[in-house]
């Protein structure tokens, strides 16, 4: 009789242990699903503006930091677009590429994308029409979201940046309204991006920021205006938000005296 009781006390501890296992795993992997989804940001727009034109963040670190983003490389030699943890540099000339995984970058946004929510656009909108599009689906403009747009436009303006050669002189206030413009007609892509809260101030580009990539991968850049229908577009709410710090003598002894925003209300 000892013996059967012994037995039987033993199997409910196996089958108890078994059950604690399968209990703790659960919480701990969607612990670490929820602790991806942070706004990735790499250095400060302030500092942007003010010809900090130089980083040490590789694009092999910022494809760890998200799956989408935006941004610009160093010395401003091309837009940075990724999408689907590829990212691509459109030079001045318009010439798209992927960055090599050494190639340094300046300025970043980047986020693991997981859409929570997502609606699509059918007839044709242009750049402020679909931008009333999101804004009257998003719940509150407290918090950060991050964006896909795949869809069909008809027309499509994108902006890049002409390569500085040191020592840095001329400051994004002047070169933004100077940039180098991409048109496409008739093309399909993705235009990946970000909004970000009025009371981010310059530590970002507050209100929408979006660059783009065309499906072939020969079309992209900052968008700038637009004519698309049939666009699908999945939303990212972002709840936490980290940035990181050039460690770079511009940075550390910039004098950051300008300030200048897109316009991107």
């Known amino acids: 009789m000892k013996v059967k009781l012994t037995l039987f006390a033993v199997i409910l501890l196996l089958l108890n242990s078994c059950d604690n296992t399968s209990t703790t795993?659960?919480?701990?992997?969607?612990?670490?699903?929820?602790?991806?989804?942070?706004?990735?940001?790499?250095s400060i727009w302030w500092a942007f503006v003010n010809k900090v034109f130089d980083g040490t963040l590789t694009?092999?670190?910022?494809?760890?930091k998200g799956d989408i983003g935006l941004g610009s490389y160093n010395a401003?030699?091309?837009?940075?677009?990724?999408?689907?943890?590829?990212?691509?540099?459109?030079?001045?000339?318009g010439v798209v590429s992927v960055a090599k995984d050494d190639e340094l970058i300046v300025y970043?946004?980047?986020?693991h994308f997981t859409p929570e929510q997502s609606f699509t656009?059918?007839?044709t909108v242009h750049h402020q029409g679909l931008r009333d599009?999101?804004?009257?689906?998003?719940?509150?403009?407290?918090?950060?979201y991050a964006f896909k747009i795949h869809g069909e436009f008809s027309a499509i303006k994108l902006g890049g940046l002409h390569k500085q050669q040191k020592p840095y002189e001329t400051g994004l206030d002047v070169l933004i309204p100077n940039r180098p413009v991409f048109e496409g007609e008739n093309v399909t892509g993705t235009i990946v991006g970000f909004f970000c809260p009025?009371?981010?101030?310059?530590?970002?580009?507050a209100n929408y920021h979006f660059h783009f990539i065309s499906d072939d991968k020969k079309l992209g850049g900052h968008v700038m205006e637009l004519t698309g229908k049939n666009l699908k577009v999945e939303v990212d709410p972002i709840h936490k938000y980290t940035f990181e710090l050039p460690?770079?003598?511009?940075?550390?002894?910039?004098?950051?005296?300008?300030?200048?925003?897109?316009?991107n209300k």
């Open 198 to 205: 009025e009371y981010i101030g310059n530590i970002g580009v």
């Open 76 to 93: 401003l030699d091309g837009e940075l677009v990724m999408l689907d943890n590829v990212p691509y540099k459109v030079t001045e000339d």
């Open 133 to 144: 599009a999101i804004n009257s689906q998003l719940k509150s403009k407290n918090v950060f």
């Open 247 to 263: 460690q770079t003598p511009e940075f550390i002894n910039g004098k950051f005296d300008k300030e200048f925003q897109y316009n």
């Open 25 to 42: 795993s659960t919480p701990a992997e969607q612990t670490l699903s929820k602790s991806d989804d942070t706004f990735y940001h790499y």
């Open 108 to 111: 970043a946004n980047a986020v």
């Open 121 to 123: 656009v059918d007839s």
């Open 59 to 64: 694009a092999k670190e910022l494809k760890t």
